[in-house]
Each structure stands twice: as C-alpha cells, then as structure tokens.
Antibody
Framework: EVQLVESGGGLVKPGGSLRLSCAAS????????MNWVRQAPGKGLEWVGR??????????DYAAPVKGRFTISRDDSKNTLYLQMGSLKTEDTAVYYC???????WGQGTLVTVSS | QTVVTQEPSLTVSPGGTVTLTCASI?????????PNWFQQKPGQAPRALIY???NKHSWTPARFSGSLLGGKAALTLSGAQPEDEAEYYC?????????FGGGTKLTVL
C-alpha cells in the first residue's frame, strides 16, 4: 500500500524558513518523480514543484510564485522527499502535500502558517 | 491568466449522469498531458480518481470514467450518488510543470 506522510509544518514568521519532509513507502521511491502541491485556506490546489528520479537526472522545476525561494530535494536512502522553504510570505500559508507524479498518490498534508 | 479551466460548478440529480471537463489554454488536451482527476471532500485531502486520461485506481468507483472529449479531458459520473458531492480537480502535465484546474464543485441534488 502506497503511503506518503508529510511532516514539518508549523507557524513561522514572514521572511523565515521551514523544511518539510515526506516519508514514502509501498513503492520504489527511487524510481518515482515526486511533486509538492499546496492548498491555501478555502482555495484550490496549486502545484509547487517537481523533482525527477536520479535515474532521469534528478532535476527540479518550480512554479513561478516559489521559484528562487523553495528547493525540492530527495534522499532515496531514506525514501524521503523534502521541501526547503525560504523567504516565506504570508501568501505561502497553506496545507502542503506531496504527491507521486505517476498515478497521483497523495499524503494527508502538513499545515504551514506564515504570520507575525 | 488561467491555463487550465474547469466548470466552476455543476449540479446532477441522484442517479443522473454528468460530465466535468478540463481545458487547456494552449489548445486541445491530448493523452500527452496525462490528465489526472482528483476528488476532494470538505476537510479531507484530495484523493486520486483517474490518472493518464482514463486509468482508474483500485478504489475508484466504477461509475466514474475518464476520457478525452472535444479537445478536453473529461470526467463522467454515471449514476451519481449523494456521496459524490465534492470538489473535483483536474491536473495536466506540461513540459517542466504541472497545472491544476480551478476545480468544479459538484452538487448532487
């Protein structure tokens, strides 16, 4: 059974940093392309970024609102995906989800609140 | 500018049939956009229903089906049930990016 468990969310001040983790199990994580997606309160889903498998180059792509501030990485030895968020803004407040690129499996999400 | 568009809201009668669509500003949606469909109920995480245009997950009820229709990706619900009332999102794969539609609020009434 595929499981994705996000963690690391919390309250952070504007301009601050936070690192989210996504622990994966039930599939071959090292072969998977992975995404981060977010949902602001009462809003729709927004794609944040994607990382390819190392076999496919391990490269990343980001949505315009987060490019240059957020970094996606992976540790295949730990079956874990990361989202390093910096220069946080109030508009980054959202539930953050990790999802597989293939078949779209989702975690339960972790809430990030950016507020002074 | 919205890249991927969905109907903001639709209503279907119990037992009825409804089709939700997903259009791209770039032109016709093809299988190369790997359309995905997700269902989200209030207070819950989204759940995948359809991937790569028409493939179902093991938990996807048989009454849901995915297709390409008139240059758009489509999600058809045949025999709507009250528990199908939810927000539905499509996701399209572009080179270097993924883009969600704005979502369709489906009411079963």
């Amino acid at each position: 059974e595929v499981q994705l468990v996000e963690s690391g969310g919390g309250l952070v001040k504007p301009g601050g940093s936070l690192r989210l983790s996504c622990a994966a199990s039930g599939f071959t994580f090292s072969n998977a392309w992975m995404n981060w997606v977010r949902q602001a309160p009462g809003k729709g889903l927004e794609w944040v970024g994607r990382i390819k498998s190392k076999t496919d180059g391990g490269t990343t792509d980001y949505a315009a609102p987060v490019k240059g501030r957020f970094t996606i990485s992976r540790d295949d030895s730990k079956n874990t995906l990361y989202l390093q968020m910096g220069s946080l803004k109030t508009e980054d407040t959202a539930v953050y989800y990790c999802i597989t690129d293939q078949r779209g499996y989702w975690g339960q999400g972790t809430l990030v609140t950016v507020s002074s | 500018q919205t890249v991927v568009t969905q109907e903001p809201s639709l209503t279907v009668s119990p037992g009825g049939t409804v089709t939700l669509t997903c259009a791209s500003i770039t032109g016709a949606v093809t299988s190369g956009y790997y359309p995905n469909w997700f269902q989200q109920k209030p207070g819950q995480a989204p759940r995948a229903l359809i991937y790569s245009t028409s493939n179902k997950h093991s938990w996807t009820p048989a009454r849901f089906s995915g297709s390409l229709l008139g240059g758009k990706a489509a999600l058809t619900l045949s025999g709507a049930q009250p528990e199908d009332e939810a927000e539905y999102y499509c996701l399209l794969y572009y080179d270097g990016a993924r883009v969600f539609g704005g979502g369709t609020k489906l009411t079963v009434l």
